[in-house]
């Protein structure tokens, strides 16, 4: 049944009282997803949805589900932190690589820098003319990114001084950015109609993707970088090479605008989300409809994979967040927190925390629970994403270890070697200095690159209109 979590709020932004309810002894309000093909344990399996959506009839106590509902879990998603700073609506969020600070835009032109420590101030910065549409950190934490309605990118380094760089190519408002996986290079999308590719430290424009016939509201990278994917108000979504600059497939299944589209993390499959209320996922390799979930009762403006590739979480112009569970194809959870539309909506790096905007100018910060995994420790050590070429699973195996109760016995997770001991936290602030010392230098060294190739360019002009003075000049 579908858990539906209501909140109200105190004020001085303290946690809110919480009430949770479940529907029992029928189907839940929310139209169960049209599961078409999941794929479980790297085999694709055909699911009955009515049998998914089945009930135990009974209203007995939270642990004691029917057969539709998952094994239980510790605990239910809760408000951890919300954020009042902003003078209108929220169109954006993203979490830092250490979940420390979280990015927020506005189409109150302002670009907030929140601190997740309790009692620090926030960082705000201005800048862009119009309404602030996107924004996402650097792999390194160390740049924020951000595109506006006054058809620029800006690239800040978010302290308190908030310095930033301009961006200029799109001719129309910049609905999107993201960066690669290495950093070098980001990827916008634009009502131009068309998706741009740029150099980070260059600070230069170096191509554009041109087949969509209408708005393009977002685009992302692959996480090996390979592949962009984009979304557009053609109703269709489009995967690119980036080497050939070639579109590989259109997807065409939308009935309308396409508002978000994003990868799993395992690279294999996409999953996007539209004006006519349904998130879609794909396999990028066979280009298969694999689910197909119509819960939202207005559009689905944002979405967001869990690292683990388990879960995703969708927002909503019905003001309500939805959890969906991809490997059981099911929806977990139904969260009421905002006062009008759910503009957006981010899981942090680890998976910890997700974050979330409205039009209520609120930026909600909440804390998973649902998955009791530390997957901040096993992201260290897992595997790099699986590439097209290799990868012959649809939805991806996590290395992670099980807890108990969850399918392994207390015997055998006894019977399991130790984990090694975690880094030392000395040691660990340490390397985390080194690391960004050493992309401030990167940096200055790509300053100083972009200062010698504009010398070069000068000298190349001057050369030239030497030669056009020289060619005029009669003999």
């Known amino acids: ?114 601190h997740m420590k309790p009692q ?34 800006r690239i800040w380094v978010p302290n308190v001084k908030g310095e930033s760089t301009v961006f ?8 999107s950015i993201h960066f690669c996986s290495d950093g070098q290079s980001f990827v916008t999308a634009s009502d131009d109609k068309t998706v741009k590719v740029w150099s980070t430290h260059r600070q230069k424009f170096l191509f554009s993707l041109s087949q969509h016939i209408n708005w393009v509201r977002c685009a992302k990278f692959s996480p090996d970088g390979r592949l962009i994917v984009s979304a ?29 589209v994003d990868f799993h993390p395992s690279g294999t499959c996409i999953a996007a989300a539209g004006m006519d209320n349904t998130v879609k996922v794909w396999d990028v390799r066979t280009h298969r409809l694999l689910q197909h979930y119509q819960l939202h009762s207005a559009a689905v403006n944002a979405l967001s994979f869990h690292p683990s590739g388990n879960y995703l979480v969708t927002a909503s112009s019905d003001s309500t967040l939805k959890i969906l569970d991809l490997m059981e194809g099911r929806l977990l959870y139904t969260l009421h927190g905002h006062q009008g539309p759910a503009t957006t909506v981010a899981f942090s790096r680890t998976g910890e925390y997700f974050a979330s ?41 996590v290395d992670s270890p099980v807890p108990p109760g969850r399918g392994r016995s207390q015997e055998s997770m006894q019977s399991q070697p130790q984990e090694p001991v975690s880094i030392p936290q000395t040691l660990t602030s340490t390397l985390e200095h080194i690391v960004g010392q050493l992309d401030v230098l990167t940096q200055t060294v790509s300053i100083l690159e972009q200062r010698l190739t504009l010398t070069e360019d000068k000298l190349k002009q001057c050369l030239e209109n030497q030669q056009l003075i020289m060619q005029r000049t009669p003999p």
């Open 120 to 153: 620090s101030r926030a960082y705000r910065f201005a800048g862009h003319k119009d309404t602030v549409t996107c924004v996402n950190f650097s792999p390194s934490g160390h740049l924020l990114a951000s595109g506006s309605r006054d058809k620029t990118v």
């Open 232 to 260: 557009s108000d053609d109703k269709t979504v489009k995967v690119w090479d980036k080497t050939s600059r070639e579109c590989v497939h259109s997807y065409c299944e939308h009935g309308s605008f396409v508002t978000y």
């Open 357 to 397: 905007g409205g039009s209520d100018e609120q930026v909600m910060v909440w804390k998973s629970n649902f998955d009791v995994v530390n997957y901040g420790e096993v992201l260290r050590v897992q595997r790099p994403p699986a590439t097209l070429a290799s990868s012959s699973r649809t939805l991806p195996e």
């Open 1 to 114: 049944m579908e858990p539906a979590i209501q909140l109200s709020f105190q004020s001085g932004g303290k946690k809110p009282r919480r009430r949770v309810s479940f529907n029992r002894g029928g189907r839940g309000e929310a139209k169960r997803p049209a599961l078409l093909l999941a794929a479980v344990g790297g085999a694709e399996t055909e699911r009955d949805a009515t049998a998914a959506a089945a009930s135990s009839g009974s209203s007995g106590a939270l642990d004691a589900p029917g057969p539709a509902m998952a094994a239980p879990c510790l605990e239910d998603p809760s408000l951890e932190r919300h954020f009042k700073g902003h003078r209108d609506a929220v169109t954006c969020v993203d979490f830092s690589l250490n979940t420390k600070q979280l990015a927020s835009g506005s189409m109150d032109s302002c670009l907030m820098v929140w």
């Open 168 to 175: 200029r190519a799109h001719t129309a408002t910049v609905r």
